[in-house]
């Protein structure tokens, strides 16, 4: 079975530029995850979607952060504008239920110059 | 206080031996506890989960919870080169909450 597919792998950009990532779950898993991976913050979540619908968005920095998912096997975090301090990978993860493992995709490395 | 707090090493042991990992957590009411293994560059990948207190044993890993202590260890035996890594503990309510992690360097 495909694990959580995550693209692009790798993104650089300019200040200013707008930024999408983009995320496919595992097939059957009702939550979807992004988080953020620094090395002075560690792991972070922004932000979790249950059954498509986004649950907790405590995470996400600032309104230039959004995510959408609008079906169950595709979801993007858009940064506008992005930021040289948004720099860092970016993880998708997947459950089958809320209290479960979750399982990582192999992330987004951004560089905002 | 931290939620996930886990000592950042690195934690230096000669192959063969058992690496011990440490990891305490804050909330009581925390139900699902995850280990990850993260590679340099590459994503976290879960090893060992565990519910309920006492042991819990996959191959040569071992995790160990006890809640009355908030405490969450993992053992691994028999420690090889291909084990460096950074670990992560995770305590999960719902979303995860990751501790820092800490690097493991086995050396031969």
């Known amino acids: 079975d495909a694990g959580v597919i995550q693209s692009p792998r790798h993104e650089v950009t300019e200040m200013g530029q707008e930024v999408t990532l983009r995320c496919k779950p595992i097939?059957?898993?009702?939550?979807l995850f992004w988080y953020r991976q620094t090395m002075m913050r560690g792991l972070e979540l922004l932000i979790y979607?249950?059954?498509?619908?986004?649950?907790?968005d405590s995470g996400m920095p600032e309104d230039r952060f959004s995510a959408k998912m609008p079906n169950a096997s595709f979801s993007t975090l858009k940064i506008q504008p992005s930021e040289p301090r948004d720099s860092a990978v970016y993880f998708c993860?997947?459950?089958?239920?809320?209290?479960?493992?979750?399982?990582f995709g192999p992330g987004t490395r951004l560089t905002v110059l | 206080q931290k939620e996930v707090e886990q000592n950042s090493g690195p934690l230096s042991v000669p192959e063969g031996a058992i690496a011990s990992l440490n990891c305490t957590y804050s909330?009581?009411?925390?139900?699902?506890f995850f280990w990850y293994r993260q590679y340099s560059g590459k994503s976290p990948e879960l090893i060992m989960s565990?519910?309920?207190?006492g042991d819990k044993e996959d191959g040569r890993f071992t995790a160990q919870l006890n809640k009355a202590s908030q405490y969450v260890s993992l053992l691994i035996r028999d420690s090889q080169p291909s084990d460096s890594a950074t670990y992560l503990c995770a305590v999960n309510r719902v979303k995860l909450i990751f501790g820092t992690g800490t690097r493991l360097q086995v050396f031969p």
């Open positions: 993860a997947s459950s089958p239920e809320g209290y479960n493992e979750q399982f």
């Open positions: 909330d009581r009411v925390s139900q699902s």
């Open positions: 097939s059957g898993h009702d939550y």
């Open positions: 979607f249950n059954n498509n619908v986004p649950i907790d």
């Open positions: 565990i519910y309920s207190n």
